[in-house]
């Protein structure tokens, strides 16, 4: 797969995927999560993020398979579980035994899913306009699987429902996730994972009871006017999750990090950072 200079990126085998990631900085590893939207990537999502939090951690920001510039294989079977195993590998492929997850979107999802099945594994997470019960089908969500590539959609998509600023939304950004939107293979399995029955990427629901057994340190941050995944979301997993603190960044839409970015990382950084809570009894 050729890469392109999105990235400055690295390739490592991750349980025999060859995956795409960023990685910078020193220090206790913090793993961040893309989400789903078309022509996503690692790069996408967190490049205002990883030059501010490597400052303080040891950063990595995997491209999950079926997106970016990791490879996609032909006998992959997405689903949830798929994407969270791949995280698992991606740790262990760097030695990991233990990090923070920061997730956005489908990325906050994954990890949720890493807190309840290996909870030893996860130190904290961020959970960044994230999935989780109480949970719709909303039209921004729609927007998103109905996309059909042309840089008039990708405006039309990232201005209507990604941003409150649409002063954010650059040419250059609208080009650079066409271009990934349309790269070898990238709409095929983007359309394949959550509408080709064989996939799973759409089955993402979770229980109260799940919920309520995950005992990681929590932070939940999400825009009040997200369009994609609803600020109630976040309130109802807030009263849900036993050590969870919850973010709400005012005139914002699904992009927090990019939105508000200084004061985004500010406080992920702040909660990463502090000592242990005391032990729930």
């Not at 079977?77 to 994407?83: E, H, V």
Request: glycine fraction near 8%.
């Amino acid at each position: 797969m050729t890469l392109t200079a999105e990235s400055g990126g690295r390739l490592v085998d991750a349980g025999g995927i060859a995956t795409h990631y960023h990685e910078a900085g020193t220090g206790e590893p913090v793993l961040l999560l893309h989400g789903s939207g078309p022509g996503v990537s690692a790069w996408a999502n967190w490049r205002l993020t990883i030059p501010t939090l490597s400052r303080h951690f040891r950063v990595l920001a995997p491209d999950s398979v079926g997106f970016g510039y990791t490879e996609r294989p032909q006998d992959v079977r997405y689903s949830l579980q798929t994407w969270i195993d791949h995280v698992w590998t991606f740790m262990d492929a760097h030695g990991i035994a233990r990090a923070a997850v920061v997730g956005n979107s489908l990325g906050g999802r994954i990890a949720l899913g890493m807190a309840a099945q290996r909870p030893e594994r996860v130190s904290r997470m961020v959970l960044m306009g994230a999935p989780g019960v109480g949970m719709r089908i909303t039209e921004g969500l729609r927007a998103l699987r109905a996309y059909e590539p042309s840089l008039e959609s990708m405006r039309d998509l990232l201005v209507r429902y990604f941003a409150v600023d649409p002063s954010i939304i650059t040419d250059d950004l609208v080009r650079a996730r066409y271009e990934a939107s349309v790269a070898p293979g990238a709409y095929e399995a983007y359309r394949a994972m959550f509408f080709d029955p064989r996939h799973a990427g759409s089955d993402l629901a979770i229980t109260e009871e799940e919920v309520t057994g995950i005992t990681t340190p929590t932070l939940l941050v999400h825009g009040r006017e997200d369009k994609v995944v609803p600020v109630d979301v976040a309130w109802t997993m807030s009263q849900l999750l036993p050590t969870a603190d919850l973010h709400v960044f005012a005139r914002c839409g699904h992009w927090t990090q990019i939105e508000r970015s200084a004061e985004f990382c500010d406080v992920v950084r702040s909660f990463l950072a502090a000592p242990p809570a005391c032990p729930m009894r």
